[in-house]
């Protein structure tokens, strides 16, 4: 698509549920990218892929969290068992390369606000 | 380990010259980005440093101190929609390849 898509745009739930974020990158990005956005904080990072692969998920706090990216194109962030403290803005990101140094530009979606009562 | 510092708030007046400073330390180092984020949307790409130096563009420009783990974002003839929240995310280059964000500095552009 043109841009990066992520549904829903607002998930309201009840402590304890299970919640799935979507994410769909721009045509032919390899890597994504979930990252985390709290009032006032900056984007804390979770997890990234390139391709199918989870290439880094040192950011998941712990295994209640759990993404996939099956075909190497959509992702989903699944979260089990919510708890308040899951709410946030969750911000996908697919990239781009840039220059000759191999560094990618993060193109973010509009993000999904969970909001955990 | 990763440590990013910028400062939480700045304030400028329309029209002025503000510098958003941002030091950093993280495990390896493959460039560090600078991305603008207004209230309620997502962060959007504003410049790239992997070489020291100044980077121009435009209105801004943003300047790299590798050895000193140093970044700095300039914004010129500020106007009031520059008001937003900048974030400097260096990019790590330990086995992978994560972007870490800073908290953001918050700008206000006051007329």
């Known amino acids: 698509g043109a841009g990066v898509s992520q549904t829903p745009s607002n998930k309201v739930t009840e402590k304890g549920k299970y919640v799935e974020l979507r994410c769909d990158p721009i045509s032919g990005h390899t890597a994504l990218y979930w990252y985390r956005q709290s009032l006032g904080q900056g984007p804390e990072f979770l997890i990234y892929?390139?391709?199918?692969?989870?290439?880094?998920d040192s950011g998941l706090p712990n295994d209640r969290f759990f993404a996939v990216r099956p075909e190497g194109s959509v992702s989903t962030l699944k979260i089990q068992r919510t708890e308040r403290g899951d709410s946030a803005v969750y911000l996908c990101?697919?990239?781009?390369?840039?220059?000759?140094?191999?560094?990618?530009?993060?193109?973010f979606g509009a993000g999904s606000r969970l909001t955990v009562l | 380990g990763q440590n990013i510092d910028q400062p939480t708030e700045m304030t400028a007046t329309e029209g002025a010259i503000v510098q958003i400073n941002c030091t950093y330390q993280t495990s390896g180092f493959n460039g560090l980005f600078w991305y603008q984020q207004h209230a309620g949307e997502a962060p959007t790409f504003l410049s790239y440093n992997v070489l020291d130096g100044l980077e121009e563009k435009g209105r801004f420009s943003s300047f790299l101190s590798r050895s000193k783990g140093y970044s700095y974002l300039l914004l010129k003839e500020l106007q009031m929609k520059d008001s937003a929240s900048y974030l400097c995310?260096?990019?790590?280059?330990?086995?992978?390849?994560?972007?870490?964000f800073g908290t953001g500095t918050r700008l206000k552009v006051l007329a």
């Open positions: 990101a697919s990239s781009s390369p840039i220059g000759r140094s191999g560094a990618n530009v993060l193109t």
């Open positions: 892929f390139q391709g199918t692969g989870a290439a880094d």
């Open positions: 995310a260096p990019r790590e280059a330990s086995g992978t390849y994560k972007y870490i």
